[in-house]
């Protein structure tokens, strides 16, 4: 036997769903195709509460097997379909609707009479299976009663809407009193897209006057709403009081017939007619909702412009121009400090060697050089070495500063960036410059004393002996010899103080001699060493700006090449998609193009 | 008693309110209009899904065939009947207003012919129509309200508008619970409508199709409801579940003789062959003109429903000899008669709480619109006067007792909502005393109850809540006795 064109579909519908990984869609297909291969009808009768939906099943089997109440009764559902003998069972299963893979877990067999009754304990039963002897059964109709659509609300327990894929049809029953309630719509809408052989039974037409005018509404309402359902207007009371009485012609007044004739079909023509439709309806579903995910990452693919690698790229290009300009920014920063560190540097040592000089002429304006040139000579050392060491502290930290403002404004910025040895001094500053001499200042000797104060009594003596001659007295007397040892006196000490004058200039001159060639020295030193830093400093950054670049460098090759394997990829990608797209346009058009023996029109009711 | 004063303190507040806005034209108007409905009428409006039958159930508590009125575009147009000395219309949109319209009756219902230039968006029609029985209440015909799960922007809107106008709602459905309830789930959340759902009555309006047309339907209706009425999902949205055929009431207040001569020719034939003949429409219609002509007999369908004529017929056939009794008989069955109770009893006997409670609403609404100095201390004396009024209190207790949030022993709890005035508020109802009792006598019946509860409230076994319900209990006894003395 040629295997039927819709099961090909749906296999291939199958096969699509497991290379989408969808499981639980192929699960659902699965279940399906089993089923559609199934010669029984499956006919799930739904409705509102309250719409006799019940009633219109004992109707149809004239039988009460269903339980019929005012107010919303039917609270677990309830299988019907053919046994030899009228038998029902209460099943718990661990789903709610029957499934072929799960096998149901508790079965308490009930007398058929008691579900009638209603069913109690009804949260802890998921449905109930019941059979019965009928002639329409035989066939393989199954019949699924439910609780109401909005019976959620008043029992805890509506329809579970898994049963809609359990179904091969779906027979709506709403009150002809009333015009189709959104509601009822809506779950139409929702049932149609697994389920698409939709029978909508107006129940209860012997009470409602207009009948006929609301049975056209609500098909030109399922019209509206693109709901291919048949309108079959029957009434529950009628037939089963027509069964009471064996009344034909008030069967055929219930409409029932014409239900029961449009189930028959359905139920012969399965393999023909039902079956290829439900396949191409359900294919065409699952097909746009594959679909769905495929277009959003081609979308995304499409959207995801810049990637990873391209964006890595461009960062390492602009990391690049970076540097570039950083690198002619930080050689004049450089140059510009360091010129700055070495004016700073001399007018500071200046400055210090200046204070030395200052406290230098305080000490010789009031001190004797002879007397205190031993102590002053360390003291002038050790303050010089102090200026020195002070200066040239002030100069390292200057420069560690300066390395550090320039490290800083390099991107890999590192803590150690300046090499300790840049401030290595190579000699001893204090070997360049000549030991502080002392200078000649000479001694007041004991007989340049006799002399001097000779010297200045001979005037004295013949100053007064000559004045004291012409009182009678000799050259040579007390008076004169007393003005003479004045005299000599007074000389002495004159001489005395010219003389430690000269010594402190002498001094004064000296020292400061000493220090200007200090100065000169200790700061040609200062410049090497600052000079010695600059040249480090700029190899060093120059080094590391190299290594940058060819870091920088090196990682925008890579992310060049990641860019460019990941546009291929992505071209890979995009086509491999559009390949399963075009592959599912397909199915669905061969979904399509099955063909579909329409269903025959609901005869039209005789008055 | 305290509802004087209830009423007193509202009109203070509204009179104050008008003061505090006077220099704003918006919220003066909507004060000024609030204030002269805290004077009229109760009004109550008639809700619902598409085809419940709100038209219907207007008809049959007027009497007569007003309802549904014919104005040509006005599709969403509420629909006022009020009392008025003669048959007349006014058309209102949001603009414009034409009045004095000449009102005619076209078959079953009324027709008001707009004038040339009417504008095309009507929002309202006011009919004024003489009869007795708009003469405590005015009705509201509204608008179908959406019935899908999730109430459309339309819906919600139209119970907006109906919270807003109608100081009490009949909400009609067919079946309860259901989505057809979904509308009165949407409750604004504001602390004066938060008290209590007591404006609120479902009316299960199509009763006569409940069990499929049989004849007892009605009977099994009525149960329903009253299951329904203590359904703790029910008591949380309405004071109360009525079961009414809403076209067998119709028909019973409108019902004549010529219908009454054709019914009784029906009832006079063979029974097998008469039940032949009722049993679908459509037997009905294409019977034989022998007994009556299609054009009576799509009149009695139109009038009565299949099962309506099925119930006239029967109750000929039972005895009913002339119009009057057949009318009082499909009166009763219908349930007209409870429904109009329990209209006057939660709703035409409460009309001060109810107009206070709409006023403290639209006066809650403007005092948080418009905010101003001032305004703090208005709604600080509105909470007060929503916290302090006993009568909300009675209220609030009646909801938690019906909501099931607060219990009572079972004797307890229907005692308690008798005296806070569940069954009707006034004395003798509360004292469940004969109607014919004396002063003396429901003095010594009030002074029993009250020592009773003074004991419960000081129960020890009693929990916090059940002490509340108690002490609120003992304060609604001592306000009869109060009124008894005074």
């Given at each position: 036997?040629m295997v039927?064109l819709?099961?090909?579909?749906?296999?291939d519908?199958?096969?699509?769903c497991?290379?989408q990984?969808r499981?639980?869609?192929v699960?659902?297909?699965?279940?399906?195709?089993?089923?559609?291969?199934?010669?029984?009808?499956r006919v799930?009768v739904?409705?509102?509460?309250g719409?006799g939906?019940?009633?219109?099943?004992?109707?149809?089997?004239?039988?009460?097997?269903?339980?019929?109440?005012?107010?919303?009764?039917?609270?677990?559902?309830?299988?019907?379909?053919h046994?030899?003998?009228?038998?029902?069972a209460?099943?718990?299963?661990?789903?709610?609707?029957?499934?072929?893979?799960?096998?149901?877990?508790?079965?308490?067999?009930?007398?058929?009479?008691?579900l009638?009754?209603?069913?109690?304990?009804a949260?802890?039963?998921h449905?109930?299976?019941?059979?019965?002897?009928?002639?329409?059964?035989?066939?393989?109709?199954v019949l699924?009663?439910t609780?109401?659509?909005?019976?959620?609300?008043?029992?805890?327990?509506?329809?579970?809407?898994a049963?809609?894929?359990?179904?091969?049809?779906v027979?709506?029953?709403s009150?002809?009193?009333?015009?189709?309630?959104?509601?009822?719509?809506?779950?139409?809408a929702?049932?149609i897209?697994?389920?698409?052989h939709v029978?909508?039974a107006l129940?209860?037409?012997d009470?409602a006057?207009?009948?006929?005018?609301?049975a056209?509404?609500?098909?030109?309402?399922?019209?509206?709403?693109?709901?291919?359902?048949t309108v079959?207007?029957v009434?529950?009371?009628?037939?089963l009081?027509?069964?009471?009485?064996?009344?034909?012609?008030?069967?055929?007044?219930?409409?029932?017939?014409?239900?029961?004739?449009?189930l028959?079909?359905?139920?012969?023509?399965?393999?023909?007619?039902?079956?290829?439709?439900?396949?191409r309806?359900?294919?065409?579903?699952?097909?746009e909702q594959?679909?769905?995910?495929?277009?959003?990452?081609?979308?995304?693919?499409?959207?995801a412009l810049?990637?990873?690698?391209?964006s890595?790229?461009?960062?390492?290009q602009?990391?690049?121009?970076?540097?570039?300009?950083l690198?002619?920014?930080w050689?004049?920063?450089?140059?510009d400090?360091?010129?700055?560190?070495?004016?700073d540097?001399?007018h500071?040592?200046?400055?210090?060697?200046r204070?030395?000089?200052r406290?230098?002429?305080?000490?010789?304006?009031?001190?004797?050089?002879?007397?205190?040139?031993?102590?002053?000579?360390?003291?002038l050392?050790?303050?010089?070495l102090?200026a020195?060491?002070?200066?040239?502290?002030w100069l390292?930290?200057r420069?560690?500063w300066?390395?550090?403002k320039?490290?800083a404004?390099?991107?890999?910025y590192r803590?150690s960036v300046?090499?300790?040895?840049?401030?290595r001094i190579?000699h001893?500053?204090?070997?360049?410059?000549?030991?502080?001499?002392?200078?000649?200042?000479?001694r007041?000797?004991?007989s340049?004393?006799?002399y001097?104060?000779?010297?200045?009594s001979y005037?004295?003596?013949v100053?007064f002996g000559?004045?004291t001659s012409?009182?009678?007295?000799?050259?040579?007397?007390?008076v004169?010899?007393?003005?003479g040892?004045?005299?000599?006196?007074?000389?002495?000490?004159d001489e005395?103080?010219?003389r430690l004058?000269?010594?402190?200039?002498?001094?004064k001159?000296?020292?400061?001699?000493?220090?200007?060639?200090?100065?000169?020295?200790f700061?040609?030193?200062?410049?090497?060493?600052?000079?010695?830093?600059?040249?480090?400093?700029?190899?060093?950054f120059?080094a590391?700006?190299?290594?940058?670049?060819?870091?920088?460098?090196?990682s925008?090759?890579?992310a060049k090449?990641a860019?460019?394997?990941?546009?291929?990829e992505?071209?890979?990608?995009?086509?491999?998609?559009?390949?399963?797209?075009?592959?599912?346009?397909?199915?669905?058009?061969?979904?399509?193009?099955?063909?579909?023996?329409?269903a025959?029109?609901a005869?039209?009711v005789?008055? | 008693?305290?509802?004087?004063r209830?009423?007193?303190?509202?009109?203070?507040?509204?009179?104050?309110?008008?003061?505090?806005?006077?220099d704003?034209?918006?919220?003066?108007?909507?004060?000024?209009?609030?204030?002269?409905?805290?004077?009229?009428?109760?009004?109550?409006a008639?809700?619902?899904?598409?085809?419940?039958?709100?038209?219907?159930l207007?008809?049959?508590?007027v009497?007569?065939?007003?309802?549904?009125v014919?104005?040509?575009?006005?599709?969403d147009?509420?629909v006022w009947?009020?009392d008025?000395?003669?048959?007349?219309?006014?058309?209102?949109?949001?603009?414009?207003?034409?009045?004095?319209?000449?009102?005619?009756?076209?078959?079953?219902?009324?027709?008001?012919?707009?004038?040339?230039?009417?504008?095309?968006d009507l929002?309202?029609?006011?009919?004024?129509?003489?009869?007795r029985?708009?003469r405590?209440?005015?009705?509201?015909d509204?608008?179908?309200v959406?019935v899908s799960?999730?109430?459309?922007?339309t819906g919600?809107?139209?119970?907006?508008?109906?919270?807003?106008?109608?100081d009490?709602?009949?909400y009609?459905?067919?079946?309860?619970p259901?989505?057809?309830?979904?509308?009165?789930?949407i409750?604004?959340?504001?602390?004066?409508s938060?008290?209590?759902?007591?404006?609120?009555?479902?009316?299960?309006s199509?009763?006569?199709?409940?069990?499929?047309?049989?004849?007892d339907?009605?009977?099994?209706?009525?149960q329903?409801?009253?299951?329904?009425?203590?359904?703790?999902?029910?008591?949380?949205?309405?004071?109360?579940?009525?079961a009414?055929?809403?076209?067998?009431?119709?028909?019973?207040r409108?019902?004549?003789?010529?219908?009454?001569a054709a019914?009784?020719?029906?009832a006079?034939?063979?029974?097998?062959?008469?039940?032949?003949?009722?049993?679908s429409?459509?037997?009905?219609?294409g019977?034989a003109?022998?007994?009556?002509?299609?054009?009576?007999?799509?009149?009695?369908l139109?009038?009565l429903g299949?099962?309506?004529v099925?119930l006239?017929?029967?109750?000929?056939?039972?005895?009913c000899?002339d119009?009057?009794?057949?009318a009082?008989?499909?009166?009763?069955?219908?349930g007209?008669?409870?429904?109009?109770?329990s209209i006057?009893?939660?709703?035409v006997?409460?009309?001060?709480?109810?107009?206070?409670?709409?006023?403290?609403?639209?006066?809650?609404?403007?005092?948080?619109a418009?905010?101003?100095?001032?305004?703090?201390?208005?709604?600080?004396?509105?909470?007060?006067t929503?916290a302090?009024a006993?009568?909300f209190r009675?209220l609030?207790?009646?909801?938690?007792?019906?909501?099931?949030?607060?219990?009572?022993?079972?004797?307890?709890?229907?005692e308690?909502?008798?005296?806070i005035?569940?069954?009707?508020t006034?004395?003798?109802t509360?004292?469940?005393?004969?109607?014919?009792?004396?002063?003396?006598?429901?003095?010594?019946?009030?002074?029993?109850?009250?020592?009773?509860w003074?004991?419960?409230?000081?129960?020890?076994?009693?929990?916090?809540?059940?002490?509340?319900a108690?002490?609120?209990?003992?304060?609604?006894c001592?306000?009869?006795l109060?009124?008894?003395?005074?």
């Open positions: 036997m039927p819709w099961l090909d579909v749906l296999d519908t199958i096969r699509a497991a290379a990984s499981a639980d869609l699960h659902q297909l699965q279940h399906k195709r089993a089923q559609l291969l199934d010669p029984k009808l799930l739904v409705g509102e509460a719409q939906k019940s009633q219109l099943i004992n109707a149809m089997l004239n039988a009460p097997i269903c339980a019929v109440g005012d107010d919303s009764t039917t609270s677990v559902p309830s299988v019907i379909q046994a030899d003998t009228p038998c029902a209460l099943v718990t299963g661990p789903t709610a609707v029957p499934d072929r893979d799960v096998a149901a877990t508790e079965r308490v067999a009930v007398p058929i009479e008691q009638a009754s209603g069913v109690s304990g949260g802890k039963y449905r109930a299976e019941i059979g019965i002897p009928r002639e329409l059964l035989t066939a393989g109709l699924i009663d609780p109401g659509l909005d019976a959620g609300w008043a029992n805890g327990g509506g329809l579970d809407a049963w809609v894929g359990h179904t091969d049809a027979l709506l029953v009150d002809a009193n009333r015009q189709l309630s959104d509601v009822e719509l809506a779950f139409l929702y049932a897209r697994t389920c698409p029978i909508v129940n209860k037409t009470i006057p207009q009948w006929r005018k609301v056209e509404e609500n098909r030109e309402r399922l019209a509206d709403a693109g709901i291919p359902a079959i207007p009434s529950a009371t009628l037939r009081l027509a069964a009471r009485t064996n009344n034909r012609k008030l069967n055929t007044e219930s409409g029932f017939p014409d239900l029961i004739a449009r028959q079909h359905d139920l012969r023509t399965k393999s023909e007619s039902l079956a290829p439709h439900t396949a309806t359900i294919a065409g579903t699952v097909v594959l679909c769905v995910p495929l277009r959003a990452r081609r979308f995304a693919l499409d959207g810049v990637s990873n690698a391209a890595d790229l461009s960062e390492a602009r990391q690049l121009d970076d540097l570039r300009r690198s002619s920014r050689q004049n920063s450089l140059a400090r360091i010129s700055d560190l070495s004016s540097i001399e500071d040592l200046r400055d210090r060697t204070k030395i000089m406290r230098v002429d305080e000490v010789f304006d009031s001190a004797d050089p002879g007397a205190v040139w031993d102590t002053f000579q360390p003291w050392e050790e303050n010089l102090e020195a060491e002070a200066n040239y502290g390292v930290e420069s560690h300066i390395a550090e320039i490290a404004s390099f991107p890999g803590e300046i090499p300790e040895s840049a401030f190579e001893d500053v204090f070997e360049t410059v000549a030991d502080l001499e002392k200078p000649n200042i000479g007041f000797t004991f340049q004393k006799v001097t104060g000779l010297r200045g005037g004295g003596v100053m000559l004045a012409l009182a009678g007295l000799p050259l040579i007397n007390f004169s010899l007393g003005a040892a004045l005299f000599g006196g007074k000389s002495l000490k005395g103080e010219s004058l000269r010594r402190q200039s002498l001094a001159a000296a020292v400061q001699r000493h220090v200007e060639d200090f100065f000169i020295s700061s040609k030193d200062c410049k090497d060493v600052i000079r010695q830093v600059q040249r480090k400093l700029r190899d060093h120059s590391m700006a190299e290594d940058l670049q060819e870091s920088i460098l090196e925008a090759r890579t090449q860019a460019d394997r990941d546009l291929t992505r071209d890979r990608h995009d086509r491999e998609l559009q390949r399963e797209l075009e592959d599912l346009r397909r199915l669905h058009d061969r979904a399509n193009a099955l063909a579909v023996v329409p025959p029109a005869k039209a005789a008055a | 008693m305290t509802g004087t209830l009423e007193s303190q509202v009109w203070a507040l509204l009179n104050e309110a008008h003061d505090l806005y006077r704003s034209p918006r919220a003066s108007r909507w004060l000024e209009h609030h204030v002269e409905r805290f004077e009229e009428p109760l009004r109550i008639v809700a619902g899904p598409a085809q419940v039958g709100k038209s219907t207007i008809n049959a508590i009497g007569e065939g007003v309802a549904p014919e104005v040509d575009g006005a599709k147009a509420f009947y009020q008025g000395a003669v048959p007349r219309a006014a058309l209102h949109s949001a603009h414009e207003s034409v009045t004095d319209l000449a009102v005619t009756r076209l078959d079953r219902w009324l027709h008001v012919d707009p004038p040339p230039g009417t504008p095309e929002n309202e029609i006011v009919v004024d129509w003489p009869t029985t708009l405590h209440t005015i009705l509201i509204t608008p179908a959406g799960a999730t109430a459309t922007p919600q809107s139209i119970m907006d508008r109906v919270a807003r106008e109608a009490a709602v009949l009609l459905a067919r079946r309860a259901g989505t057809e309830l979904n509308a009165l789930r409750i604004p959340e504001t602390p004066v938060r008290a209590a759902p007591v404006h609120t009555m479902v009316v299960l199509r009763a006569d199709e409940i069990g499929g047309g049989r004849i339907g009605l009977l099994a209706a009525k329903l409801a009253r299951r329904h009425r203590r359904d703790v999902r029910m008591r949380a949205l309405c004071l109360n579940v009525v009414v055929a809403g076209l067998l009431a119709e028909a019973g409108t019902i004549r003789e010529p219908q009454y019914l009784a020719n029906l006079a034939i063979d029974r097998g062959e008469l039940d032949e003949l009722l049993l429409t459509d037997r009905f219609l019977g003109d022998s007994v009556a002509t299609l054009s009576v007999r799509q009149d009695l139109n009038r299949i099962v309506g099925r006239a017929t029967t109750l000929i056939r039972q005895g000899g119009v009057g009794s057949l009082s008989q499909l009166v009763r069955r219908s007209l008669a409870e429904l109009r109770e006057r009893q939660l709703f006997e409460r009309r001060g709480l109810l107009k206070a409670r709409s006023a403290l609403l639209a006066l809650e609404f403007v005092l948080r418009e905010p101003r100095p001032g305004s703090d201390r208005l709604m600080a004396e509105l909470d007060h929503v302090g006993h009568e009675e609030r207790l009646m909801a938690a007792l019906r909501s099931g949030r607060t219990r009572l022993p079972a004797a307890l709890e229907a308690a909502q008798r005296l005035g569940m069954e009707g006034d004395v003798s509360r004292l469940a005393a004969d109607e014919q009792a004396t002063g003396a006598q429901l003095w010594t019946l009030g002074a029993q109850a009250l020592d009773r003074l004991e419960h409230a000081e129960n020890p076994l009693f929990n916090h809540a059940q002490q509340g108690a002490r609120t209990v003992v304060r609604s001592e306000g009869m109060a009124e008894l003395a005074g």
